[in-house]
């Protein structure tokens, strides 16, 4: 009986080893033609988990995601140069060159450019997560993504604890040393002049003028420059022209319409994930009365007057990446 069983195993065994190859070589022999026209080093990680989806979603532009001190050369290429921010670099160069000088990293950490395959998750802030339980299941991604001031402290069991990647700007980046993450990145999204110009001031121990925000800024950086990124201007451009398909100029009655830091975020993880999953991301505008975040008090009433913002529009776009299987929501 027991020996029976031993040679049903190794049958089996032999048996999932040779699909397994036959699957891996039908594979490779699929993928021939354009392997050969890629980097060598980038061929090990393009058999086993290359995204031709992301690829088509970001229009084949494969760029730096994040800003680099030749800044100039940067946005020349891309046409940021010819652009105000917050999707170009023009009247920002001088505060641009400041802030950057000072920034001793621009690219992605090297123990994430080590996992070959990148599984991440982008946690948005919505109040759905309440009470979910998903702590435990975000933490097992390769690479967590955050956004704005949304806390891991206190909500673990439905959040998580792991920050690889938290988005923000100067007015929703924690101040408090209590939110400290030593192994997160922070990617800086650049809105506004001023906030290049609040970056240089607290990388060079300036003065930190307070002037030009909609909401008093962090007046400290509880995080260490090695730990700062600044998104490159060209994937909010990306975002909001291609993707969303805002229009590039708005009527003078009318607030122009940025993408929010959530669908920002989703995209970022499309040009450094192999494979992309959401949470937090639901947001029923006609409930006014749910509350917006898994934190605080706020209401969706907040979001549904938010001038600045096209919500329906970003919750279509979602929805249809989700219906085409690009992208999985755990919520
Ligand atoms: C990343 O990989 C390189 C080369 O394989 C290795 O030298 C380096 O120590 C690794 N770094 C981290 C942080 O894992
Ligand atoms: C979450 O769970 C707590 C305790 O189990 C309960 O008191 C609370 O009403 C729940 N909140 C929501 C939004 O379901
Ligand atoms: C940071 O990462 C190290 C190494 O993986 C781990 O030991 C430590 O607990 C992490 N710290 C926090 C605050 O998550
Ligand atoms: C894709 O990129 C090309 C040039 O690189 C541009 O002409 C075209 O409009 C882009 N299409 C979309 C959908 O972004
Ligand atoms: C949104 O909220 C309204 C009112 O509370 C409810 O009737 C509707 O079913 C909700 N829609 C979704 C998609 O949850
Ligand atoms: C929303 O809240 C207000 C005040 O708290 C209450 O009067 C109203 O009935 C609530 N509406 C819904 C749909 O729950
Ligand atoms: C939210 O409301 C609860 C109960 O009304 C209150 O105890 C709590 O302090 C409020 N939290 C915030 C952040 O305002
Ligand atoms: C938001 O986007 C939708 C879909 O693209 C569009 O129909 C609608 O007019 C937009 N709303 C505003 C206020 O721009």
């Not at 995601?65 to 001088?94: H, M, W």
């Not at 000072?102 to 998750?121: A, F, H, M, T, Y």
């Not at 979910?132 to 998580?160: A, C, T, W």
Request: aromatic share 10%.
């Amino acid at each position: 009986m027991y020996q029976g069983l031993l040679v049903m195993r190794k049958f089996l065994f032999v048996g999932i080893t040779f699909a397994a190859l036959l699957h891996f070589m039908l594979h490779i022999f699929v993928q021939k033609k354009t392997i050969s026209t890629l980097p060598t080093d980038a061929v090990k990680e393009f058999k086993t988990c290359y995204n031709e989806k992301f690829r088509l979603i970001l229009n084949m532009s494969e760029i730096d995601p994040f800003l680099c001190q030749d800044i100039r050369k940067q946005s020349v290429n891309l046409g940021s140069s010819k652009l105000d921010l917050p999707y170009g670099t023009r009247r920002a160069e001088r505060f641009f060159d400041m802030a950057l000088k000072n920034l001793p990293q621009c690219n992605l950490p090297e123990e994430i450019k080590n996992i070959s395959c990148k599984k991440c998750v982008v946690v948005g802030n919505g109040g759905v997560l309440r009470n979910s339980s998903l702590g435990k299941k975000i933490d097992s991604y390769d690479i967590i993504i955050r956004m704005n001031d949304g806390p891991v402290l206190g909500y673990e069991d439905d959040v998580g604890q792991k920050t690889t990647f938290r988005l923000c700007y100067p007015e929703s980046i924690f101040s408090h040393s209590l939110h400290y993450d030593p192994n997160t990145t922070v990617v800086l999204l650049m809105f506004k002049p001023h906030d290049v110009k609040w970056l240089s001031e607290l990388l060079m121990h300036k003065r930190v003028s307070t002037y030009g925000f909609w909401r008093k800024p962090a007046m400290n950086l509880i995080y260490k420059p090695h730990q700062l990124r600044v998104l490159n201007p060209f994937i909010l451009r990306q975002v909001s022209q291609n993707l969303l398909n805002f229009p590039i100029s708005f009527p003078k009655t009318e607030k122009p319409k940025h993408p929010t830091t959530g669908i920002i975020a989703i995209t970022l993880a499309f040009h450094i994930c192999n494979e992309v999953h959401i949470a937090g991301f639901k947001y029923n505008l006609t409930s006014l009365n749910s509350t917006l975040h898994y934190y605080g008090n706020e209401t969706m009433s907040v979001m549904a007057q938010n001038e600045y913002h096209n919500i329906s529009a970003e919750q279509m776009f979602i929805r249809d990446l989700v219906e085409q299987k690009t992208i999985k929501n755990l919520t």
